[in-house]
């Protein structure tokens, strides 16, 4: 990485994150463990073939993952219903005009004046579904589908180059909620905890075999049980699927790609 995208990578998570956020950043690099960044690592991967895609981000907090495709002049089309952290959000990029903020939440079906849950613990727990005790009902929120929001944009025949999902235990329900019989991401990364999604209906292993049944070949970054919600949490491996998760209590994301040279790279990138 270049001095100078060190540098925007320093600024951006000052700017969306605080002092609190380059701490924890910085005692990240003291402890010397590894801790990739699975949105930086897309970027990357996408970055060598497309200069200006489009990218979705649902579930978009405070901005970490979208940061790099904004600096890069992406039209970035960003969901956050929680009112706090679309609030980061906004200050932090909602002056580009390449960033288009959407409050709602997204799932498999339209619905509004629907129950979001914040928790104390941490800002990046808060969602449609209260699976810490310390979870409360903090707003009502309106549920669209990316279907649905891509007629209203008119982005029904635009390619969607990379689809990023992080709606703690609705990933999902969010690709289920995709008009796949008119298109088909490029990329796509979204999370997994089964501790979250069981409860839920559906495991790892559900939200895997949904992507290949649509053709994805996915690479999987495995992290260690959180510990804590809201601190620093520790990676174990990448591996490709089909696999079974080495500890069947870990969390992760999937990366879920099509193309088969968008996939080399992402093994090349992923080993390095």
Same mark, same amino acid.
């Given at each position: 990485?270049?001095?100078?995208?060190?540098?925007?990578?320093?600024?951006?998570?000052?700017?969306?994150?605080?002092?609190?956020?380059?701490?924890?950043?910085?005692?990240?690099?003291?402890?010397?463990?590894?801790?990739?960044?699975?949105?930086?690592?897309?970027?990357?991967?996408?970055?060598?073939?497309?200069?200006?895609?489009?990218?979705?981000?649902?579930?978009?907090?405070?901005?970490?993952?979208?940061?790099?495709?904004?600096?890069?002049?992406?039209?970035?089309?960003?969901?956050?219903?929680?009112?706090?952290?679309?609030?980061?959000?906004?200050?932090?990029?909602?002056?580009?005009?390449?960033?288009?903020?959407?409050?709602?939440?997204?799932?498999?079906?339209?619905?509004?004046?629907?129950?979001?849950?914040?928790?104390?613990?941490?800002?990046?727990?808060?969602? #449609? *579904?209260? +699976?810490?005790? !310390?979870?409360?009902?903090?707003?009502?929120? =309106?549920?669209?589908? @990316?279907?649905? $929001? &891509? /007629?209203?944009?008119?982005?029904?025949?635009?390619?969607?180059?990379?689809?990023?999902?992080?709606?703690?235990?609705?990933?999902?329900?969010?690709?289920?909620?995709?008009?796949?019989?008119?298109?088909?991401?490029?990329?796509? #990364? *979204?999370? +997994?905890?089964? !501790?979250?999604?069981?409860?839920?209906?559906? =495991?790892?292993?559900? @939200?895997?075999? $949904? &992507? /290949?049944?649509?053709?994805?070949?996915?690479?999987?970054?495995?992290?260690?049980?959180?510990?804590?919600?809201?601190?620093?949490?520790?990676?174990?491996?990448?591996?490709?699927?089909?696999?079974?998760?080495?500890?069947?209590?870990?969390?992760?994301?999937?990366?879920?790609?099509?193309?088969?040279?968008?996939?080399?790279?992402?093994?090349?990138?992923?080993?390095?």
């Amino acid at each position: 990485m270049s001095l100078t995208h060190k540098s925007k990578t320093a600024f951006t998570i000052l700017k969306t994150q605080g002092v609190s956020g380059v701490v924890k950043v910085l005692k990240a690099k003291l402890d010397s463990a590894y801790r990739p960044d699975e949105a930086e690592i897309a970027f990357e991967v996408l970055s060598k073939t497309i200069n200006k895609g489009i990218m979705i981000d649902v579930g978009a907090h405070h901005g970490g993952s979208l940061a790099p495709f904004a600096q890069a002049g992406w039209q970035v089309y960003a969901f956050e219903p929680d009112s706090g952290n679309r609030a980061i959000l906004t200050n932090s990029f909602g002056n580009l005009p390449n960033i288009h903020i959407d409050d709602r939440a997204v799932s498999d079906h339209l619905e509004d004046e629907v129950t979001f849950y914040k928790s104390a613990e941490s800002t990046g727990v808060r969602g #449609l *579904c209260a +699976f810490l005790p !310390s979870h409360k009902a903090a707003e009502k929120v =309106s549920v669209t589908t @990316l279907q649905r $929001f &891509l /007629v209203e944009q008119k982005l029904e025949k635009q390619e969607i180059d990379f689809l990023k999902i992080d709606t703690e235990g609705f990933d999902l329900m969010v690709l289920k909620g995709f008009p796949w019989n008119e298109k088909q991401p490029r990329m796509i #990364l *979204c999370e +997994f905890e089964d !501790s979250k999604t069981m409860p839920l209906g559906y =495991s790892f292993q559900d @939200l895997a075999a $949904f &992507l /290949v049944e649509r053709g994805y070949k996915l690479v999987i970054s495995e992290w260690y049980p959180v510990k804590r919600y809201g601190g620093l949490h520790d990676w174990k491996r990448f591996t490709t699927y089909p696999c079974t998760l080495e500890d069947p209590t870990a969390w992760g994301n999937i990366f879920a790609v099509k193309d088969d040279n968008l996939y080399q790279r992402l093994l090349e990138v992923s080993n390095n």
